[in-house]
C-alpha cells in the first residue's frame, strides 16, 4: 500500500501499533459493497490496502474514480464485535492523499481584501478595535440641538472641521507614511531615481498640514503620472516645473531663388576711345 494512503485519515493510538485483525481485513467484498451502495459502482475502483484502526477494527481504501479529485481515495471502515464473525460498516468517507490537489487554508475575508478590491457599493467597515483610529475628543454631542443650547461643543467642532467621531491614530498616520514613502510615490522608483528635479521644490506640488505635510504634498500637474497623488518631497518625475531640455542652434534656412518677379539690374555702360574703334591693323574687315 502506498504511503500516501496508509497515513492518510490515521486515527491517534498509543504507542503500541494495534494488530491487523484478519476477520475484518479479509472483509473486502462487505466494504466494496457498503462504499457502492453509498456512491454508485462507477465511482469505485480498485482495492488499495488497508490499515489497522483499533482492536478488530480496520479501514479499506479504494481508488475514487471521481473526476477532479486526483490523489484522493475511498475509506471504508469496518468493524465486528468481540467472538463475532459478522462484519458491520462503521463510515464511508472520501480523504486526500498526499498528492491530492485540496483547497487553501480559510482565510478570513478581512484578511483576503487588498488595496484596489473595492467596487461601487462595496462596505469595509473598520474593526472596533483599529489601531489606525482613535477617538475624536471634540467631536461634541449630537443629541444636543444648539438653537436650544449654544454652549453645545458640536457646532464649534463642525465649524473648525474637527467635527469626528474618530480621527487617524498615531499608529495610523506613521503606517500610512510608511507605506507612501515604500510605495509607488517614494524616492526610490525609476521615475523618481532620473527625475531632473524633486518635488520639494516643485511648483506643481502642493503641501501637506503637518505633521504628514514635513514630508509629503499632492501632485498637481495634469501631465505627470502622479497627478492628484501622494508624492514625498524626495520623489520627482520627468514633469517638474524646473525642467528643461537642452537644445542646439536653429540651422541656418537654404536660399530662396524667386521665379516670379523681376529683378532690376543695374549694368555699367563703357565707353570705347576713337582708337579702339578703328579698323584692326591687318586688314580684317570687322562684321
Not at 95 to 113: E, F, N, Q
Not at 156 to 178: F, M, N, T, Y
Not at 259 to 275: N, Y
Amino acid at each position: 500500500m502506498p504511503a500516501s494512503i496508509r497515513g492518510a485519515g490515521a486515527r491517534s493510538t498509543s504507542a503500541r501499533a494495534p494488530k491487523l485483525d484478519a476477520v475484518t481485513a479479509g472483509a473486502v467484498d462487505v466494504a466494496r459493497a457498503a462504499l457502492i451502495e453509498e456512491v454508485g459502482e462507477a465511482q469505485v475502483g480498485e482495492h488499495l490496502g488497508v490499515r489497522a484502526e483499533g482492536d478488530r477494527v480496520v479501514t479499506h481504501v479504494f481508488a475514487t474514480r471521481l473526476a477532479g479529485y486526483q490523489g484522493w481515495h475511498w475509506s471504508v471502515t469496518v468493524t465486528r464485535a468481540s467472538r463475532q464473525k459478522k462484519v458491520t460498516v462503521d463510515e464511508v468517507v472520501l480523504l486526500p492523499g498526499d498528492d491530492a490537489i485540496i483547497s487553501p487554508d480559510w482565510t478570513p475575508y478581512k484578511d483576503r481584501v487588498r488595496p484596489g478590491d473595492m467596487s461601487p457599493g462595496d462596505l469595509l467597515p473598520p474593526e472596533s478595535d483599529d489601531v489606525r483610529l482613535a477617538p475624536a475628543w471634540f467631536v461634541g454631542d449630537d443629541a444636543v440641538d444648539p438653537l436650544i443650547d449654544p454652549t453645545s461643543v458640536r457646532p464649534v467642532a463642525d465649524e473648525v472641521a474637527i467635527g469626528r467621531v474618530h480621527v487617524l491614530s498615531l499608529e495610523g498616520r506613521d503606517a500610512a507614511a510608511q507605506r507612501w514613502y515604500d510605495g509607488d510615490g517614494g524616492p526610490s522608483t525609476p521615475m523618481a531615481q532620473q527625475a531632473p528635479g524633486r518635488c520639494r521644490g516643485c511648483g506643481f506640488m502642493v503641501w501637506l498640514a503637518p505633521p504628514l505635510g514635513s514630508l509629503f504634498g499632492v501632485c498637481a500637474n495634469a501631465m505627470a503620472n502622479d497627478d492628484g497623488k501622494v508624492v514625498s518631497f524626495d520623489h520627482g518625475c520627468g514633469a517638474h516645473s524646473e525642467a528643461r531640455v537642452k537644445r542646439g542652434p536653429d540651422p541656418t534656412a537654404p536660399p530662396v531663388h524667386d521665379t516670379v518677379t523681376v529683378d532690376p539690374v543695374v549694368v555699367d555702360v563703357v565707353t570705347t576711345d576713337a582708337a579702339s574703334d578703328a579698323a584692326p591693323a591687318d586688314g580684317v574687315t570687322p562684321a
